[in-house]
């Protein structure tokens, strides 16, 4: 299936970026957000970034909104979208997952 991704990055120091993926079509089963963080790092693996960070995002309001990842990853994004720092921009040639 087709999922509507954007993406965007939250810059903690100059060498430690963490990637931000948001499901824009719904809510997905875990398996689906895991397929996703995976697929995202092989897709950073292959650019030479073995150590970046992946946090998905799904949800469309404060009530629904939840996000994936290592607990330090998730609370960075979290204030990072408190801030509104983060800018989005449509994650191109990333379907079929």
């Not at 995202?40 to 970034?49: K, S």
């Not at 992946?54 to 994936?68: A, D, E, I, M, W």
Request: aromatic content about 8%; overall charge positive.
């Amino acid at each position: 299936m087709d999922y509507r991704l954007s993406v965007a990055t939250v810059q903690e120091s100059p060498r430690r970026v963490t990637y931000v993926v948001h499901v824009q079509d719904g809510i997905l089963p875990r398996t689906a957000i895991d397929e996703i963080a995976a697929r995202m790092r092989e897709r950073l693996d292959a650019r030479g970034e073995i150590s970046a960070e992946v946090v998905v995002v799904q949800g469309f309001s404060k009530s629904t909104l939840r996000l994936f990842g290592s607990p330090y990853s998730v609370s960075l994004v979290r204030a990072a979208m408190f801030n509104a720092s983060l800018s989005w921009r449509p994650l191109e040639s990333f379907s079929s997952i």
